[in-house]
């Protein structure tokens, strides 16, 4: 459900809006988010592919002008290039949705150093350089920057050791700089989603039958959308919200809550035993 039926649909009207990693998954939903709303969209990656197909979706769906440009956020260079291309086409960035990151399950025992660097250079340093290299467009704009974080920021994941220990960097790192550049006028902060239908995580879990099971253990009892997720970031952007800045907003349907893990203890023997129980059939 796109937040244009709750906000004026000019609210982002003549407003850029950059995504990195904005060809697919939680990030293009959170610019097709803004786009309900009249923004003009900028996006990043490193497929060209996948950066057109989302710039066709959008420009056809919306009406909305959108620039889109490879770039990997491990190159700072890049992603100036892109940020300059980006204000030439469409106009100063208003919001930065810094959303690219790289993940992969696996034990601690068998996470290479170099596998470890790879996560945090995508997630952390992709993060702080997408912020550093639009810092004078967000301060002639007074912007906003979203940062798209994780769960195992704050908890611990098995065979997440590398993506906790970038975002919970990331989450430190957005209220350091909040704090920084209150004075021009910018605010920061993080969004953490929860389990989100349709997005590659998910789908590696197990198929549709299984997330069906797993779902329960979210107490709101059904995974998120992409458009929970855009609507957060609409809506922290948004003058609603214009003394809000450093916060990190959960959007996980109730999983962070402490008692979420017994009930998921005790849901995760039933998920086994269907599982064992389809593997027989």
């Given at each position: 459900?796109?937040?244009?039926?709750?906000?004026?649909?000019?609210?982002?009207?003549?407003?850029?809006?950059?995504?990195?990693?904005?060809?697919s998954?939680?990030?293009?939903?959170?610019?097709?988010?803004?786009?309900?709303?009249?923004?003009n969209?900028?996006?990043?990656?490193?497929?060209?592919?996948?950066?057109?197909?989302?710039?066709?979706?959008?420009?056809?769906?919306?009406?909305i002008?959108?620039?889109?440009?490879?770039?990997?956020?491990?190159?700072?260079?890049?992603?100036?290039?892109a940020?300059?291309g980006?204000?030439?086409a469409?106009?100063?960035?208003?919001?930065?949705?810094?959303?690219?990151?790289?993940?992969?399950?696996?034990?601690?025992?068998?996470?290479?150093?170099?596998?470890?660097?790879?996560?945090?250079?995508?997630?952390?340093?992709?993060?702080?350089?997408?912020?550093?290299a639009a810092?004078?467009?967000?301060?002639?704009?007074?912007?906003?920057?979203i940062?798209?974080?994780?769960?195992?920021a704050?908890?611990?994941?098995?065979?997440?050791?590398?993506?906790?220990?970038?975002k919970?960097?990331?989450?430190?790192?957005?209220?350091?700089?909040?704090?920084?550049?209150?004075?021009?006028?910018?605010?920061?902060?993080?969004?953490?989603?929860?389990?989100?239908?349709?997005?590659?995580?998910?789908?590696?879990?197990?198929?549709?039958?299984?997330?069906?099971?797993?779902?329960?253990?979210?107490p709101?009892?059904?995974?998120?959308?992409?458009?929970?997720?855009?609507?957060?970031?609409?809506?922290?952007?948004?003058?609603?919200?214009s003394?809000?800045?450093?916060?990190?907003?959960?959007?996980?349907?109730?999983?962070?809550?402490?008692?979420?893990?017994?009930?998921?203890?005790?849901?995760?023997?039933?998920?086994?035993?269907?599982?064992?129980?389809?593997?027989?059939?």
């Open positions: 459900m796109l937040v244009n039926q709750f906000f004026p649909k000019d609210l982002y009207a003549g407003k850029t809006v950059f995504v990195t990693g904005g060809g998954g939680i990030n293009l939903g959170v610019a097709r988010n803004f786009a309900a709303l009249g923004a969209i900028g996006i990043c990656g490193r497929t060209q592919e996948k950066l057109d197909k989302a710039r066709a979706e959008l420009e056809q769906e919306f009406g002008k959108v620039f889109a440009q490879v770039a990997d956020v491990r190159d700072y260079a890049a992603l100036e290039a940020f300059a980006c204000e030439a469409l106009g100063a960035i208003h919001v930065l949705v810094a959303g690219a990151a790289g993940n992969f399950p696996a034990p601690a025992e068998n996470i290479s150093a170099n596998g470890f660097k790879t996560v945090v250079d995508i997630d952390l340093l992709g993060a702080f350089n997408a912020t550093r810092f004078s467009q967000l301060q002639k704009t007074q912007g906003n920057v940062f798209i974080s994780a769960g195992q704050y908890m611990p994941y098995p065979y997440q050791a590398h993506v906790g220990a970038a919970a960097a990331i989450d430190m790192m957005m209220k350091n700089i909040a704090m920084e550049w209150g004075r021009f006028g910018i605010r920061l902060n993080s969004i953490v989603p929860g389990p989100i239908a349709g997005t590659e995580g998910m789908k590696r879990l197990g198929g549709e039958s299984m997330n069906s099971e797993l779902a329960r253990v979210v709101l009892q059904r995974f998120g959308t992409v458009d929970d997720i855009g609507q957060a970031a609409v809506f922290l952007c948004s003058p609603l919200a003394y809000v800045t450093g916060t990190v907003m959960v959007v996980d349907g109730g999983m962070n809550l402490p008692g979420s893990g017994m009930w998921a203890a005790l849901v995760a023997k039933d998920v086994m035993k269907a599982q064992a129980e389809r593997s027989k059939s």
